[in-house]
């Protein structure tokens, strides 16, 4: 009996790992880097689980070159990371001086990596907004101010680094800034409606208002960088969303309509960007508290990204009922009908080990806007990891387990189902600041003693190593 053809992956995919500047870099005031509106936040009491925040991270702005050795050591053909905006505007604003510092360090990071035969995949914007901004205007809030501001910025980025960058993502994740940030308080700046949590904020109007200012951000630097800049630097540019496959609690359908629902308001930015318009469920439930653009603003929206930049991690089963307006009111749970989970548990609560999720949502994805779709982030946080000793953390039997699964799906889809994926990043590279989880919450391949900073490959990490370089997922 013949021997199956290797199923490889295909000749220009991206294999890599992603991070995100806050969440690694450390160094909050060296070399002229300005405030993010995470840096005083992350000092509130209670704002981080365990009561830390990102001064030091994983230390990776001084311990860059060790990074960089690791990657290499890895084998990965691409590295995706963030540029701090207040490292290149210490303010933030157009009319605010650049930090010549910011420019150099990236740039010796893009050129390091290039020599190491790996590809920069670059995110201009992953939740850190400069606080003078916050400060000065409201930043989000304020669409007409954020949208100069921001597109200044991503120029200069594109002045400075585009002649070796040729894959950028504009924001990454609308929803988690609009819903944790305006919405539930969560995230900074940490503005919701409950008193308890914060003393200003409009849950029932920020959420949407920031939303519409990022996506309009977003769109205004695509349109900068395919008009002056794509001519000569050639790259691909898009912004990434977050969002988890929805699927029926059972064959109600009551809940097969939930579903969609769910995917309404967890990925509806998709639709403003690729098709021109909001979900009609999203304009149904919020009626005119949700803004619109005007025609000429649309023209400048629509097909503002040139791929699917995806971010997901697990599956929801939904039921109708739900009473939280950013879920689209839909109850999620992982519990099946007849009392069984959908898959293992993370330490996150709002993450289970479902690998045919990921299937599905890259095939509904696939089939509803017709792009290449780059996966950016995808992993999981191995449950009580933090509380164990180190040569238990480096065995992280179900971290590998979930890569197995999700890996089998990718490579399916692209052979079975002729998606075109064209990357694949699991988060993370390192373990690092979890935002609201601080450093009790572990995604990295890499485990971080952050007594230390030493870093010490997972189990994971090697499993993913030889996938890559076998080009078969098993």
């Known amino acids: 009996m013949a021997t199956p053809p290797i199923r490889k992956l295909p000749k220009n995919f991206l294999w890599g790992f992603a991070t995100a500047s806050f969440q690694i870099e450390g160094s909050s005031d060296v070399d002229g880097r300005g405030k993010s509106i995470w840096d005083d936040f992350a000092k509130i009491p209670g704002k981080t689980l365990d009561g830390k925040n990102g001064d030091v991270a994983t230390d990776s702005y001084r311990l860059w070159k060790e990074d960089l050795a690791l990657l290499a050591d890895y084998g990965v053909k691409a590295y995706r990371f963030s540029i701090s905006w207040s490292r290149i505007i210490p303010l933030g604003g157009r009319d605010d001086p650049v930090n010549p510092k910011g420019i150099e360090f990236y740039s010796k990071l893009i050129d390091a990596l290039l020599e190491n035969g790996i590809t920069p995949f670059v995110t201009l914007y992953h939740w850190d907004l400069p606080q003078a901004l916050h400060d000065r205007y409201g930043g989000w809030l304020n669409k007409d101010e954020i949208v100069k501001d921001y597109v200044n910025y991503t120029r200069i980025c594109f002045e400075a680094f585009g002649d070796r960058v040729k894959h950028w993502l504009t924001i990454n994740e609308p929803w988690c800034v609009a819903i944790l940030g305006y919405g539930r308080g969560v995230f900074a700046p940490g503005r919701s409606s409950d008193r308890e949590r914060s003393p200003e904020g409009d849950s029932s109007t920020e959420p949407w208002i920031v939303g519409h200012s990022i996506i309009f951000a977003h769109a205004n630097a695509v349109k900068l960088y395919r008009e002056q800049f794509k001519p000569t630097q050639k790259g691909q540019i898009g912004i990434t969303l977050n969002g988890d496959w929805a699927m029926p609690y059972d064959d109600n359908l009551e809940n097969v309509d939930a579903a ?215």
């Open 260 to 474: 969609q629902h769910a995917l309404d308001f967890a990925i509806g930015t998709s639709d403003s960007i690729h098709l021109g318009h909001y979900p009609p469920y999203m304009r149904e439930v919020l009626g005119n508290r949700m803004p619109d653009f005007t025609a000429d603003e649309w023209a400048i929206v629509k097909g503002s990204s040139d791929f699917y930049g995806m971010n997901t991690y697990t599956t929801n089963l939904c039921r109708a009922g739900g009473d939280d307006e950013f879920q689209g009111n839909v109850d999620y749970t992982f519990t099946r009908p007849d009392g069984t989970q959908l898959g293992t548990q993370a330490h996150s609560a709002w993450l289970q080990d479902y690998p045919e999720g990921f299937r599905h949502l890259l095939n509904y994805l696939w089939k509803r806007y017709k792009l290449p779709i780059f996966v950016t982030e995808n992993g999981f946080s191995v449950k009580g990891e933090n509380d164990m000793p180190l040569e238990q953390v480096l065995k992280d039997n179900d971290r590998i387990h979930y890569f197995q699964g999700t890996t089998a799906s990718l490579i399916n889809t692209i052979h079975d189902d002729g998606v075109d994926i064209r990357s694949y990043f699991p988060w993370s590279f390192l373990d690092n600041f979890e935002w609201a989880d601080g450093y009790s919450t572990r995604f990295g391949v890499t485990y971080v003693d952050y007594e230390t900073q030493k870093r010490y490959p997972k189990d994971s990490a090697k499993w993913l190593i030889k996938v890559r370089f076998c080009s078969e997922i098993f």
